[in-house]
């Protein structure tokens, strides 16, 4: 079964330094989102491309954090410089172009802690 | 803006037996759909359960039944015959439909950590 690839799956960083994760969603899905989750709460959306577009990044913290999907198919999130409060979990999804379709498949996620 | 309430923080059931995770949302949407996954420890999130807003009948998957009350907002979440698997955090997610084709935005409860004790 295709599943949507994450990684690296932990990363600890200094505070300061630049991070970067990395997300292949499954073959044909047009749609790739990215969410962040701190401990003990629900996953919260950061960026949404529709294919190499960003479609919603209003949550995203623009100073620091940038996000692109070049080709449409893979994508990367990085932060820089990175602070204590992104220590969190970041997670990928993506979804088909489908409308009767339309369940996001999550990866197993990156947990970045900083230090 | 949408908001999804899980008034539960913990649960605890015994194997074999019924639980039932509560969930609430607000919308003033009139078509939506509402999901329930599972994220089990150090493991990625899956879906459980999927409701679409116009249907009035409640979805079911296997030992997975909801309880979709429109009109009261509430999509709670039957585990029958609960097993030492089904132990995870379980989020309730409310999706509207935003702009055109595929622009759909997950909003999640804060989740649910439900605990199968045998």
């Known amino acids: 079964e295709a599943e949507v690839a994450q990684s690296p799956r932990y990363k600890i960083t200094e505070k300061s330094q630049a991070v970067a994760f990395w997300c292949d969603p499954i073959?044909?899905?047009?749609?790739l989102y990215w969410y962040r989750q701190i401990l003990g709460q629900g996953p919260e959306l950061l960026v949404q491309?529709?294919?190499?577009?960003?479609?919603?990044d209003s949550q995203l913290p623009k100073d620091r954090f940038s996000a692109e999907r070049l080709k449409g198919v893979d994508s990367t999130l990085k932060i820089q410089p990175a602070e204590l409060g992104d220590s969190a979990m970041y997670l990928c999804?993506?979804?088909?172009?489908?409308?009767?379709?339309?369940?996001?498949?999550f990866g197993a996620g990156t947990r970045l802690s900083v230090l | 803006a949408q908001t999804v309430t899980q008034s539960q923080p913990e649960m605890s059931v015994q194997e074999a037996e019924t639980v039932t995770l509560s969930c609430t949302y607000d919308?003033?949407?009139?078509?939506?759909?509402l999901f329930w996954y599972k994220q089990p420890p150090s493991r990625q999130m899956i879906l459980v359960i999927r409701?679409?807003?116009?249907?009035?009948q409640n979805a079911t998957e296997n030992r997975f039944s909801v309880n979709f009350q429109k009109a009261a907002k509430s999509f709670s979440l039957k585990i029958s015959d609960s097993q030492l698997g089904d132990t995870a955090m379980y989020f309730c997610a409310f999706m509207k439909q935003r702009g055109g084709g595929s622009n759909y935005k997950l909003t999640f409860g804060k989740g649910t950590l439900l605990t199968v004790n045998p």
């Open positions: 491309f529709q294919d190499e577009s960003v479609v919603d």
């Open positions: 409701q679409e807003a116009y249907k009035q």
């Open positions: 919308t003033s949407e009139s078509n939506y759909y």
């Open positions: 073959s044909g899905h047009a749609t």
């Open positions: 999804a993506s979804s088909s172009r489908d409308l009767a379709k339309n369940i996001q498949y």
